[in-house]
């Protein structure tokens, strides 16, 4: 048995604790990995890179996931139009399944003995890790000093500072978690059930004053360019259209949900890219879906989405509705316009060949071409007919 742990780590609070922590008072050596979800820059990754070095780890590396991650999860929420209550698009939730399994197979790689995570006890992201971890290393024991000892913020500055470790306190009164599909904003109005987060809080500036028009193509389901301009995969077009979207302050809210662990729960997060992404799909398949197309995508996407949020990514049954989703979409093809203004934006209609509200047979409330008023009648007499039996057997006697 070694005395290696890989470290999951982002360069923040819980994980510099845990880098310290488990270098200084277990005696581990300590493999920190981070892992990239579209959230950090070449100069960001530089600097968690060198702040990991300065705390004194056997190494250090960086894996960008991004790909993987729209490939294997943010694809199928897109096509699932997947908003989490309505409101979240499952931005934290998603990624760090994929980061598990990045950390997981990097524990192979180095054959670690330990893995180490900065989740707390109160939280959804120790269940998510954990399972991960169960499935994909039996025998590698996974250790969370954050949860066990049951640590304060405070309590971990105090901690940092005896071995030297400087924290901007300041700083850290905001937990912030940035990937592609989001950035999530933690902090003392979160852990109420009525304050809302200050303008400064938001990682993203509202800059954008004016009005912008955008067109947003899709092919199968997948965003492909933005205002004409094509891009060579959909993850730069989601990136392109945040950084246009992100500085009009949409995609901005507050999630209230139900944790893994039966407790509710509140996060800020800015997803302006996310949101007005799965919107515009959502259209889009509304004008080139059949009725029950869209109602069983409904059941299974609603599923599909909690299912992931509370950590089962790794369950078979998620391959199988990925088939069904992809399927989906073989005509869901075509142009929606968007208005962007500061704090909203509109989603004003589509443009589609695929598009089933085709004038070719009639206009609702205006027009038919398919079928005579005498088809109708008949129609309305057979399709009612169980109800009017119902009522005729039931009809109370006089």
Known sequence: MSNKVVLAYSGGLDTTYC????SKVKHLEIHALTVNTGGFSKEEIDQIAARAKSLGVASFECVDVTKEYYESCIKYLIFGNVLKNATYPLSVSAERMVQAIAVANHVKKTGASFVAHGSTGAGNDQVRFDMVFQSMLPGVEILTPIRDM???????IAFLAEYGVKINAEKAKYSINKGL????????????????????????????TGVRQLVLEFEKGELRAVDGKRFANPVEAIQHLQAIAQPFGVGRDIHVGDTIIGIKGRVGFEAAAPVIIIKAHHLLEKHTLTKWQLYWKDQLSSWYGNWLHEGQMLDPTMRNIEKFLEDSQETVSGKVFVTLQPYRYTIT???SAHDLMSSKFGSYGEMNKGW???DVKGFAKIFGNQTSIFHKVNEPAK
């Open 181 to 208: 599909w989001g950035t999530s904003v933690g902090g003392k109005e979160t852990l109420t059930s009525k304050d809302y987060l200050p303008e400064d809080a938001w990682p993203t500036p509202m800059t954008e």
């Open 150 to 156: 049951r640590l304060s913020r405070e309590e971990e």
């Open 19 to 22: 880098a310290v922590y488990l």
């Open 349 to 351: 209609g589509i443009e």
């Open 372 to 374: 005579s008023g005498d």
